[in-house]
């Protein structure tokens, strides 16, 4: 391992970074106001004006462990690269009868394009389908989003369509794509 690390220093090549996952909490909310401005990643996204304040509120209202209970609507986690804060994951409940949720994500500008949400999103998905009863994960990304469509495909999520005219960005009709993953087909797996 060693040599390996000597030999990416040397070469100039960067060692792929640590990822990981952690719920996030109310102090968040600065770092996620701030990310949410970004060109890079509202390029792709119409997200909404929100306030510090707005957003801490919705982080705070969160409970983590219902999402183990079945039950509670909306849950986030913070993506670290290297023990540094990269980015944010979201995962919204439509229907826990059907175990049927959503799965959003975004990246700080610096940490894109180092494979970070890849493995951040592979986190979260042994996750959920061996602790919660969601069975069926739903993505989207903008037509021309192809850093997220790897993201998703990397993840084992399969294209489902064509969403045309999803929403409208900076006022423009933006196709969307439609990926899904199933608990039985990441199982399989192995």
């Not at 969601?134 to 993201?151: G, H």
């Amino acid at each position: 391992m060693a040599f390996v690390e000597k030999f990416l220093s040397e070469s100039g090549a960067n060692p792929a970074p640590r990822v990981s996952l952690r719920p996030a909490v109310a102090r968040d909310a600065d770092l996620l106001w701030r990310w949410r401005g970004e060109w890079t990643v509202r390029r792709h996204q119409p997200l909404h004006e929100l306030s510090v304040a707005q957003l801490r509120a919705d982080v705070a209202s969160q409970r983590m462990s219902d999402l183990y209970r079945g039950r509670g609507e909306k849950f986030q986690w913070i993506v670290s690269a290297d023990g540094e804060a990269a980015g944010w994951i979201t995962l919204v409940v439509s229907n826990w009868e059907h175990g049927l949720a959503e799965v959003g994500y975004a990246l700080a500008t610096e940490h894109q394009g180092c494979g970070v949400m890849t493995r951040g999103l592979g986190q979260l998905l042994e996750d959920l389908f061996h602790h919660t009863e969601i069975e069926r994960l739903e993505a989207r990304c903008a037509l021309d989003n192809l850093a997220s469509r790897r993201v998703l495909e990397k993840n084992g999520f399969r294209y489902e369509g064509l969403l045309r005219g999803y929403f409208k960005l900076r006022g423009t009709r933006v196709d969307n794509l439609l990926f899904a993953h199933l608990r039985r087909d990441y199982l399989a797996r192995g």
